[in-house]
């Protein structure tokens, strides 16, 4: 039995060492500067095993931390596996993060090493200054320096429970949370996937799985690539996401599997329709967010099904729901049914059971004896949010969602507030700090706005300082989305900048987040609410 991410992935080199493990088309191979092609099984192994002992030979082992910035490239997998066999759990690394947000991670994260990209080393180790961490950086093919502390837990057999990765989710309140996932979880996740059967069949050594999703999240690397190390097949992994070249890059692959987010089907139905458009071997689609509006263009012209999933980070596949069975609903934001793993409750605002057709927040946990089974295994240093969001048993999504007399499930809206971008998830308190900070601004409140691409768009909402010459606004907006790129990741930057007088507060001087959302939905158009979203271009 496999008991880490390392085992899954050796028992499947060593059964076909000379099958395709890795594919990178060309699109992905030129934004890169990496030769195209595939990998094999046993390739991979065998790089894998010279950084397994280039890394014991340093003195890293088990507890120590690595983070990984290596953007969705084959070495990021390798750095990954070579560690995990050592029970190191590594700590991925938004490549479009800057410096308030990597300060934050680094300090937070408490990572003694990061495996990045040239160009990015210099960034890391000013934040690691920053935030009182002695640190180092080494690129994917240099000498591995040596560690300056003991493996923490030296001597502990490495196993299920091994932390294998720390990945940052944006919450409601404050700072993005670490949530520490183990090897069970990540096995689970393949194990999970492998065995979906029905509308979404997953053929052992067969399937070929293309995802342009980043392998700093969890949809790529605990789903996409944990079912290709459990079940075999080949990995597809696009740098990221093309909508003049993706479907050229899944007939270049030769994928049969296909990982989507809601904006990508939308951009793709964009493009006039072609005779070639269902030339390509897809089978299904994974995913979730798909507009409804599109749902069943997309299927007529492209010729195989978005099949929506639900799933968080903290739940990975322990409580996912998936629509793999008929009747799917196409159109209508459903998600599936609950399977016999795990159990679901829908309540309201004062914690009672929703009844059928009306709203409550998603509440999981696994059934049996261990409702946290497979789940992640807390957040970093933070075991009262722990606690809170495990109140009463219960996982709190914080997902709006209803139920059908038929048990189908709907996503509604997100309760917590969470700004979902292009699939990115975005803490508006995060961008509030940030834009705080700025001169001009007293206080500054963001919040969702929708937009036709990309699900949402940051607003934020600005007070400006009285001393402010505010005679030009637009030239003021422009300067606050300025510093906001100079330390966050392009996509958290405000989109649009409205200038108020006031902002909607409680009795208790907090913001009002339900009338804030609610002013966002109507500012964007108006002559003190500045389009800033040409601003916003992902940085080389």
Known sequence: ?????????????????????????????????IESGAISWG????????LKLAYAGAGYGHGHRVGLLLENRPAFLFHWFAL?????????????????????????????????LAHRAADLRAAAESAGIAFETMGPDDAVPLSKTTPPRAGEPIGLATECALLYTSGTTGRPKGCMLSNEYFLRAGQWYAELGDLCPVRPDAERIITPLPLNHVNAMAFSTMVVLVAGGCLVQLDRFHPKSWLQSARESGATIAHYLGVMPAMLLSAPAMASDREHAIRW???????????????????????EAWAMTETGAAA?????????????????????????????DEGRDAADGTPGELLVRSSGADPKRYFFSGYLKDEDATREAWADGWFHTGDMVRRDVEGNYYFVDRKKNVIRRSGENISAVEVESVLNQHPAVKTSAVAATPDAVRGDEVLACIVMRDDVDASSPSQVAASIVEHALAQLAYYKAPGYVAFVDALPLTASQKIQRGQLRELAQALPGQPHCIDTRAMKKRQS
């Open 1 to 33: 039995m496999n008991a880490t991410v390392h085992d899954a992935f050796s028992a499947s080199a060593r059964r076909t060492p000379q099958a395709e493990f890795l594919f990178t088309e060309s699109v992905t191979a030129a934004a890169y500067g």
């Open 43 to 50: 390739k991979a192994a065998a790089e894998v095993e010279r």
């Open 84 to 116: 995990n066999a050592l029970g190191v759990s590594v700590v991925p690394i938004n490549a479009e993060m800057r410096s308030a947000e990597l300060s934050y991670l680094i300090g937070h994260s408490e990572i003694g090493l990061a495996v990045t």
């Open 285 to 307: 689609g994974f995913g979730a967010g798909v507009d409804r509006k599109n749902h069943a263009p997309f299927e007529s012209r492209f010729g195989f099904p978005l099949v």
């Open 320 to 348: 996912c729901v998936m629509a793999n069975h008929e009747p799917r609903h196409v159109g209508t934001s459903c998600f599936g049914r609950r399977e016999a793993f795990v159990e679901i409750r829908l309540v309201d």
